[in-house]
């Protein structure tokens, strides 16, 4: 272990090994220059005792290694040199500087003269390499053994016996040079293990950091295996894979284990992993408890997914290997050899390979759920889960089968989707229901059965209703309505042309809707009246008695489902947006022939009027949509209809300012004549209405001559006035010409009263239907002649 010191110590010890080195590398070169052999050697291996040192870090040990490492490139070709001119037999060289004093130096300066010595070919590459991995054993330091077999390594990764080499020797050669990196990778990776349990307790830590700096090292060993020629599948198989993962097995270090795994899947080829699936997957289970497993399992998944896409012609390897099984049962068995392993740890293994299943067969749909059952058995026995992490990891499990078929319906199929959602949270069940119908509209998929339909519902329940006495009160205004908007736009998708069947889905969606409470009715019922409505325009002329629960698809039974859904929203309570529903309702019922179903709808609407609509300016939205709604409806007989307009018109009077009064009742005028052919013509109570609404604005003024002192703006005399016109050109004789003009003057009148208010904006109206009834004179024809005895002047 490194001495105690500080970052100002081990600088000092860096810069004095690097001033030993420097000094003793020039006057190595200076007796190279000189061709001393002997001065060469002693000033190499003086140099080389510098990195003997144990006070050093491994990140600046790398330091000073590197200006050795520098210097021995020069030294190395100096022998060479000497070898060729033949001063020196490079057998006779390999002896010499066998006999440097020291250990270390010696063994750097004996791999260097072992790499002159392949070089030469004067002996078989296996020989020289079989030697110096085995004379590498005489330095078990940690730092210093694994910095020396690097350069092993490094010097011998372009001299190995492979095929196709100038150094290729007999038929064996090949299986020497794979037992050469094997032995090399073997020994460094003992002590790099070694590092850990040197020290005290305390710098356990410490020493982790430090040896994940030095990992690389290591690594590259399974590097320079992986770019063998002569390894091919089945010297990997029979070989290679065993030794390397009999080694990670048996050092059971967490770093290590962890390292070499990584490295055998991102060096060797995809293909190999995957014809030896079973056996790197059954090394799996024996790592230490602490490994990160999962995060290697899932790059291995990935690799070989992405691998599997590359070409159609590899896909038939992947049934043939059964990888998908294979998989699976390691993942099981390491769930089950890691006990304490996190939920998050098993649900990303899932998560990997449901991704590795969707991309290798996503035709298999009893993979998905095979996975999600898996992934199911684990979670049972939790109770909703807690930790984001794991939440995260379970919204893209259930995320992944969406993206990929782009088909909600899929995903309906498989049984243990639901299942897997249950164990979410309610705010991520939300989330989760969202990303359900984003990717239903993304993807304008169509829905359309009644048990997919139940399903899906199913499925997005936390946006439906209320989970667990959960209250939405927590949730942000802007974020609620868009969840329901959400919603309220899946309802609008849900189509099937079979009548029968899309009455069953206005049912099913009809169920759930109504467990929504009052903040949600307002937003989904609408939905559903208006499809519901668009399935009454199709079934348009259709009849027939609702008996028991079997009945077809009718405009009577599609009514009763309304009328129950608007009743829960009118419960909510929310008054307007039910009387507006009612109103439609009435005028489909109207286009259905069905007069009782329209009246009932009407009076529903004018029940809600007469004891929910309190507020002033609701009811004026109310009255004006009521009489709309009514002006248009012809089915009613004379009973009904006089009933309707009664009430319409008293509830019209009865408004809380004369304005509104007066505009409510010269609407109602349009009751009593409409220009349908079968419509209703009553001069009598149009001109009625009219009159009444001219005492109505005649009480306004006097109202506010008494308030305000002046009697204020002649407008609503001057809209009466166009709605008389309005009738006058409809021909109704109760409306004449004497009538009009009486009404111009009596403006006038107003006008130029003393309490009369200018009103710019009331002047340019009055002007304004002036010109229309000038316009209309010039205009020739029979109305011309109806409009002549008005004199606007």
């Known amino acids: 272990m490194l001495p105690d010191g500080g970052a100002d110590d081990e600088e000092r010890w860096l810069a004095e090994g690097i001033a030993g080195v420097q000094q003793n590398a020039f006057y190595m ?48 070709m100096f022998f060479r040199e000497e070898t060729r001119r033949g001063s020196c037999s490079v057998v006779d060289l390999y002896e010499l500087v066998q006999h440097a004093g020291n250990v270390l130096p010696r063994l750097y300066l004996l791999c260097t003269v072992g790499s002159v010595y392949i070089k030469s070919k004067e002996a078989p590459a296996k020989d020289v390499l079989k030697d110096l991995v085995e004379m590498c054993r005489g330095i078990q330091h940690p730092l210093r053994g694994l910095f020396l077999r690097s350069y092993l390594s490094q010097i011998s990764r372009d001299k190995l016996p492979d095929i196709g080499s100038e150094y290729e020797g007999d038929a064996d050669s090949i299986n020497d040079a794979v037992e050469f990196v094997l032995q090399n990778f073997i020994e460094m990776n003992k002590l790099w293990v070694r590092m850990q349990q040197q020290g005290p307790v305390r710098e356990k830590e410490k020493r982790g950091k430090e040896r994940n700096e030095l990992r690389d090292l290591v690594g590259k060993n399974l590097h320079v295996l992986s770019q063998i020629e002569g390894v091919d599948l089945d010297m990997y198989k029979e070989t290679v894979l065993p030794r390397i993962l009999e080694q990670v097995v048996n050092c059971k270090d967490e770093l290590a284990q962890f390292y070499l ?116 058995k684990k979670l049972s ?76 519902f199913d499925l997005i329940k936390g946006l439906i209703k209320d989970m667990d006495g959960a209250q939405d009160d927590e949730l942000d205004d802007d974020d609620f309505k868009e969840e329901q908007s959400s919603v309220a736009r899946l309802i609008h998708m849900l189509h099937n042309d079979d009548h029968e069947e899309m009455l069953k889905i206005l049912c099913i969606v009809q169920k759930h809707i109504l467990q929504g409470g009052p903040k949600r009715l307002p937003f989904t019922v609408p939905s559903l009246v208006f499809s519901a409505l668009k399935l009454v325009r199709r079934l348009q002329g ?165 308030t305000r002192g002046n009697s204020g703006s002649v407008a609503l005399f001057i809209e009466i006035l166009n709605k008389y016109l309005y009738f006058f050109e409809k021909g109704i004789p109760e409306i004449t010409n004497t009538v009009i003009q009486d009404l111009i003057e009596l403006i006038r009148a107003e006008k130029q009263s003393d309490n009369s208010v200018a009103d710019p904006s009331t002047e340019a109206f009055f002007a304004s239907t002036l010109r229309y009834i000038e316009f209309q004179k010039q205009k020739g024809g029979s109305l011309s002649e109806k409009y002549e005895q008005i004199k606007t002047t």
Request: a negative charge.
């Open 381 to 456: 026995g939790n109770a909703k889960l807690q930790d984001s992490r794991a939440t995260k990891q379970i919204v893209a499990l259930l995320s992944a089968p969406l993206e990929k078929y782009s088909d909600i319906v899929t995903a309906l199929e498989l049984s243990n989707y639901p299942r897997v959602m249950d164990y979410l949270d309610n705010s991520t069940t939300k989330v989760m229901a969202l990303v359900i119908i984003q990717s239903i509209m993304k993807n304008t998929a169509c829905i359309s059965t009644s048990d997919k339909i139940e399903a899906l």
């Open 261 to 376: 795994m990584d490295c055998i899947i991102q060096v060797f080829p995809d293909e190999y992993h995957l014809q030896t699936l079973e056996t790197l997957l059954s090394a799996f289970p024996q790592l230490q408890p602490n490994v990160d497993i999962k995060t290697v399992l899932s790059q291995l998944m990935d690799r070989l997914s992405s691998y599997a896409t590359t070409s159609p012609e590899v896909l038939p390897e992947f049934l043939q290997v059964e990888a998908f099984a294979k998989f699976s049962k390691a993942i099981g068995k390491v769930i089950e050899a890691q006990v304490d392993m996190p939920v998050v740890g098993a649900v990303t293994l899932y998560v990997s390979l449901l991704t590795f299943t969707l991309r290798v067969h996503p035709d298999r749909l009893d993979y998905v759920d095979q996975v999600l059952g898996a992934c199911v």
């Open 542 to 706: 259709q009849d027939g008695d609702v008996i028991g629960e079997e009945v077809p698809a009718t405009p009577k039974k599609i009514f009763q489902i309304l009328h129950q859904t608007i009743e829960a929203l009118s419960c909510v309570p929310s008054p307007e947006l039910a009387l507006r529903l009612y109103l439609l309702c009435a005028e489909a019922a109207n286009d259905c022939d069905l007069e009782p179903v329209a009246y009932e709808f009407f009076t529903q609407a004018f029940i809600l009027y007469e004891e929910e609509i309190a507020d002033s300016k609701a009811q004026i939205t109310a009255i004006h949509l009521i009489i709309g709604t009514l002006q248009r409806m012809n089915i009613f007989g004379v009973e009904n209809r006089d009933t309707l307009t009664h009430k319409t018109t008293g509830y019209s009077a009865k408004l809380l300012k004369k304005p509104d009064q007066c505009r409510a009742v010269y609407a109602c005028s349009h009751l009593f004549w409409t220009d349908d052919q079968d419509g209703i013509m009553d001069g009598e109570r149009v001109l009625l209405c009219l009159k009444r609404a001219l005492r109505i604005a005649n009480a306004a003024q006097q109202m506010a001559n008494v």
């Open 29 to 76: 070169h200076r007796a190279v220059d000189s061709n001393n052999l002997k001065d060469a050697l002693k000033y190499s291996a003086q140099m080389l005792s510098e990195l003997r040192t144990s006070r050093l870090s491994p990140h600046k040990y790398y330091d000073l290694y590197m200006r050795a490492f520098d210097e021995m490139r020069k030294l190395e």
